[in-house]
């Protein structure tokens, strides 16, 4: 094997893309997904590569110091993409120390362990930190966030992505140890979980159910095909700068409104409903505390480094994306029954 990385969090949604690319484009690299499958973790997103022979998948924990030591000395891992995380704004505010625990103290032992690991032979490693634009809190109607923006993280979430990111960047500073961070914006797509509002309002508006729009919808995201993001995520792998830090986006604002409008209108058409029967089911709810009003990415470094930029037309990507969700209904119903009633039931009930 020419290369063996590390990939955590690669039962999740952008993770499991990420691993399936890997995989699938470089056959003599091993890929091991060390994931804690909690309810956002699902191994059916790699049902298709789960036999491949240079893949293998580890159930186990970030915070779990001592496998992390053992997988180090095992596998030997030239790399680590780091994506494991708590993902999901509105739990962040429900329960801020579960994030605190997985995002800041499993990222600090991640890298703990990769630099003991390593040892000071840091020649052809690699430690890529996934984050997210939600670290340089929000916008008003101009401007763009680009890399030199400074923090200003307003939720739990992005308060303990904000507090990993400075750990990565103190980890290269300080030890050397050879690390890269890229900050994205809001990727849709296939195997997104449910509770992020893409996928939350396909399933409602296919049950016939409210979609809850937080406050008047006027907040406005960059949304960008995760299979795009997966593609930056293996560029900046293996051409990234260490120490250097990469934006990501889609150069795509919509408001909520309007997103959930033209998503009401693909479905109506591929639901063969009158035009306009799902718009009726937007219900305008209390709104998200603290609720980011806008992020916008400038992603003009990783482009003219790299040539990267997002491929997908936007309704051609919402399009698919419609279709895959209503192609695997047994995805979907698995995740929704059981444990997700209750989440909605407490996300949702009182608002
Ligand atoms: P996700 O919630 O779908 O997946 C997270 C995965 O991490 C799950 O498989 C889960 O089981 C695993 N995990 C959680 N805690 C763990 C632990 N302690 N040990 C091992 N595994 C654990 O998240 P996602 O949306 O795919 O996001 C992946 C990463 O990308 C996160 O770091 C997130 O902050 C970042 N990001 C997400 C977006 C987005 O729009 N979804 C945008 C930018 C950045
Ligand atoms: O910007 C990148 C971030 O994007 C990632 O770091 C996060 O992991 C990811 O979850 C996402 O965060 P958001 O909070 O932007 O995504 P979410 O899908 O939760 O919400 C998108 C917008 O829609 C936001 O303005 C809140 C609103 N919303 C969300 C839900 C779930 C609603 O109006 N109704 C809803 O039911």
Sequence with gaps: MEKTILITGGAGFIGSHVVRLFVNKYPHYQIINLDKLTYAGNLQNLKDIEDAKNYEFVKGDILDTELLKTLFSKYKFDGVIHLAAESHVDRSITNPLEFV???????????NV??????GDFENKMFYHISTDEVFGSLGKEG??????????????????????HLVRAYFHTYKLPAIISNCSNNYGPNQFPEKLIPLAINNIKNNKNIPVYGKGDNIRDWLFVIDHA???????????AGETYNIGG??????????RTLCSIMDERLNREKGASEKLITFVTDRAGHDMRYAIDFTKINQKLGWKPSLDFKQGLESTVDWYLDNEDWLNLIVSGAYQNYYKDQYENR
């Design 101 to 111: 625990q997985t995002n800041v103290i499993g990222t600090a032992n991640l890298l």
């Design 114 to 119: 990769a630099k003991l690991s390593w040892n």
């Design 144 to 165: 763009y966030f680009v890399e030199t923006t400074p923090y200003d993280p307003r939720s739990p979430y992005s308060a303990s992505k904000a507090s990993s990111d």
């Design 231 to 241: 593609k930056a995520i293996d560029l900046l792998f293996h051409q990234g700068k």
């Design 251 to 260: 150069d795509n604002e919509w408001t909520n409104l309007d997103l959930i």
